[in-house]
């Protein structure tokens, strides 16, 4: 029998219409805000009115370091909401939504894949609800107000050269990472060195992710500094009062957008914030709606456990008092072969000995997700050149490790393959073991947090960072921002700052380039490497591929 | 009693669902893709199901050189068309979406007013149904991959001197007009001179509206040419394959949107082309549309009949195979006097003698829409300071030019106040009289085109253009494009070139700055005046007084 491909298995699927999916959550149609038949937003008035019941059980899938592998954490994530709701348990899947500029890149989408996925799968890798064109907008409205009050006199004194808002498109666009803006005469502004970033990179969509109703969204779009006056204080976006037309435009965004399971199970796919400078979570509206209409929902985290996990437990936890239950750490026999030492080209060949050094990498990751205070299990994402020894090898070393590594095979069987995950989670969560505590107190100063995640989640051995960094931690500090969670950004491929040191790497230096402040989202972010905020297409982009075939159905995306 | 505000009236509307609209359509359920309950998208299926039907009959509202006093050519269009249902007749409307950028500059919608609006006017005036960021997604991609081709080597050899396809926003940004992009070193590409429309400028909003199917469309995209070669060939969208995945970008932005008008009549709003470089109408499918499911639809062009008109009749009707049957001439007393010299604040007072001066500009574009073979009735949009002297004065003027000028109180009445209106385009279309032609012939040379809608619509004594213009044309004709319709950039304020000249002036001179090819829309626009395709925001823009109230609901916006 031939496999199917992803985007065959989506088209085949039996969709219910989105008001029946929403009737299982007992959300009335006249609520839901249909796009198509089969999305919907969740208005506000029915969110609101949730407020006082008991929340369902919170499930965070987590990986080990991503390979080229690959891990399926978003299919996981899916194949484990399918498996709750087939044994009996009211699950919801909440999971990002798909950024349009890398589509056009390479072919790919980010829906989940095999027999675990969520449809519509083309309208959420494309326009979906318009959620990430909104941010655009709001971003550049923004941007707009900045130039423009320059323009007219500059009231407010912003030094040009230190405006650090720049502008953002949902494109993989390398030409306009940097530019000089305003130029060819007085009509025109002031000429300065400018940018744009891709729309998940915009704090704007941190903002709409970590906001929990649209007036904590217009106050956080207001706490916005877009730059800095010629005596260094900072100037705000409601300097500008541009926060009341942001939250405008936003308005609809922040309502969760409600989709299906191939097997007709609800998920909510809301928010896409750069796991890389921001948090890289599913929305905190979007989460917390979920629980309270679920017995159990079933959440990610961008990248690694080291970047997404932390982040999601010292960030979007924290901030908005949500308490996990159990965590799920995925991986692969091919990607743990990886973290061994093994070759892309060499995988399909058993290779134990790879793989146990490989493992080195997941015992870490069960480590650090317990240091949070969640109880943890092992999803092993079956692949069909897995042999039984290799999958016993892993079995083996989880064990040791204290916890249980499952075998799933959702992704060739749906929900009938992750019975036993479903089964443990549900375990784990109903237990009462989690305890859930963020890493670091609030009040620990900010270099101070920096120092704590890289020694007990990277395990290095020292945090560096030149003088100009650390008195601008300080500065922050004195205006009233020591008490902001860090936002690490790092290599997703590394407990270390280099993305070609596989495995646990242990005593390593971790050098701070460089401090953001995110005083609407409310974290400081910590580059710890290169990042890259606008990304470039490779030489024959998959863009070239892409069309409408004769039945007008999409070719080539996925 | 207090008059209501446009959006206190939006409000306060009874609106149906949106499927019930379109039922009275015969649209079923499944055909419409809903955006809320008072949105939705006709399917492309149910639209090529209905190509063997009868034709509905297609009235024109145009209008007189616009002035500061305001016209009302989409609250008239919005009327006559709630009017027509009120006499008996299943009339459809079909207008422009709303740009966005223009929003957070000056007040204001675009949505009609008073008792003569389509609804949910906000969503109307904001994202809507998501086409503008489909357009603007799918002219950048392609400006992605050119700058892309460029940096991987060049293989077509584009001149980076010589790249006219620049970027779009939806957004007032003057800081985006003119920049020099690709900075910053090697992997950002090749620095070049670059820019920022906004997004209604862009050729694949022309295109988008001109284009009668998806096949059609993705054929007019892979025509677009986004610059020259060294040797100054022409270098096409589809030479960089971008044109597919600009077609699947524009899939569902291909489909007209329904909404419904404060009487629940239908209305389709669909397509935004610039009335300045483009052609400014409704879409092509949106009215084919409507035409195959009424009896009537009424449709708009941008600005007054000289550029509006002429282009809806050149260029829509001429591609699109569309014969209408009467248009209407939408004048109000206010602007009438301006016309005759009166200054916007002395408009309040009653001025016959101007008002008659003035009537020469109705006169002219009367005259004007009969030479496209089309019988006309002129529409005077009541304002409660016209005196019942001005308004006989009109009605005396137009009947000694062989026309009727009917008085219309749709603005405060709603239906009732445009039943005579309604009515007498019954006669007039149903009379038979319309033998509509365009105005010049195909075979035409492009430059003798331009002369022939000088001399005949703008009453001009001669067009002069420099030798590189004249030489670009013949040079288009050589390469197979001299059978296009040409689309003239001129100030919508005055037949003449000059802005300042109102009423009817005669022989002036009509100088072609300079000529371009929008070889996928299929037209050379022929600019005779500076073009602003990039607005910039006031010094005290209304952004900064947008924003939701403690009920939700958007404040500051109209």
Request: proline share 4%.
């Amino acid at each position: 029998m031939a496999i199917k491909s992803d985007i065959e298995i989506a088209r085949a699927a039996m969709k219910k219409p989105i008001f029946e999916i929403g009737a299982t959550l007992g959300i009335p149609a006249e609520h839901l805000a249909p796009y198509g038949h089969d999305k919907a937003k969740v208005r506000a008035q029915f969110i609101a009115a949730q407020a006082g019941k008991k929340d369902g059980r919170l499930i965070l899938v987590t990986a080990i370091n991503p390979t080229p592998a690959g891990e399926g954490k978003t299919t996981t994530t899916v194949g484990l909401g399918d498996g709750l709701n087939r044994i009996g348990k009211k699950a919801i899947i909440c999971i990002r939504e798909a950024s349009l500029g890398p589509c056009f890149g390479v072919k790919g989408g980010a829906a989940g894949g095999g027999y675990a996925q969520v449809i519509p799968m083309e309208d959420i890798n494309l326009h979906f609800t318009g959620d990430f064109h909104a941010v655009t907008a709001a971003h550049n409205l923004l941007a707009a107000m900045i130039d423009n009050h320059i323009y007219w006199g500059n009231e407010l004194d912003i030094d040009l050269r230190r405006v650090t808002w720049r502008r953002v498109m949902d494109m993989n666009d390398r030409a306009l990472r940097e530019m000089v803006s305003s130029l060819g005469g007085v009509a025109n502004g002031f000429p300065r060195q400018n940018g744009f970033d891709i729309t998940v990179a915009s704090e704007v969509m941190a903002i709409l992710c970590l906001a929990t109703d649209l007036k904590d969204l217009e106050a956080r779009l207001g706490n916005i500094i877009i730059g800095y006056r010629r005596d260094k204080m900072p100037v705000y976006a409601r300097d500008l009062k541009a926060d009341g037309a942001m939250a405008v435009l936003l308005k609809d965004a922040m309502q969760p957008n409600l989709v299906q399971t191939l097997e007709n199970n609800p998920a909510f796919v809301h928010g896409g914030p750069f796991a890389n400078i921001a948090h890289g979570c599913n929305s905190v509206i979007a989460t917390k709606t979920a629980l309270k209409l679920g017995d159990y929902v079933v959440t990610e985290a961008g990248f690694g456990a080291d970047l997404g996990a932390e982040k999601f437990f010292d960030i979007k936890c924290r901030k908005a008092g949500l308490k996990p239950d159990a965590a799920v750490v995925v991986a692969t026999v091919r990607a743990l072969k990886m973290n061994g030492g093994v070759k892309k080209d060499d995988l399909a060949a058993e290779n134990v000995a790879a793989l146990v050094k490989g493992c080195a990498n997941l015992g870490r990751h069960l480590a650090n997700v317990r240091k949070f205070g969640v109880p943890v299990v092992v999803a092993i994402n079956h692949f069909v050149s897995d042999t039984d020894k290799e999958i016993a090898a892993v079995q083996e070393y989880v064990a040791r490790h204290g916890a249980e590594a499952i075998l799933c095979r959702h992704w060739a069987e749906g929900s009938a393959g992750i019975e036993d995950l479903a089964y443990k989670v549900v375990e784990l969560a109903e237990s009462g073991q989690a305890r859930f505590e963020p890493l670091y107190a609030d009040s620990v100063p900010l270099f101070e947090k920096i120092e704590i995640v890289a020694s007990k989640i990277y395990h290095a051995g020292e945090v560096t960072a030149d003088k100009a960094v650390r008195d601008q931690l300080i500065v922050w500090e004195e205006q009233g921002y020591g008490n902001l969670p860090v936002c690490m950004a790092k290599t997703q491929y590394s407990f270390s700052t280099d993305p070609n040191i596989r495995g646990a790497p242990e005593g390593h230096i971790v050098p701070v380039r460089e401090v953001r402040l995110s005083a609407g989202a409310g974290f400081v972010v910590v580059i710890t490497g290169e990042i890259m905020t606008m990304p470039g297409l490779p030489r024959s982009p998959s863009a070239e591929r892409i069309f409408l075939n004769e039945q007008g159905y999409i070719e080539g995306l996925f």
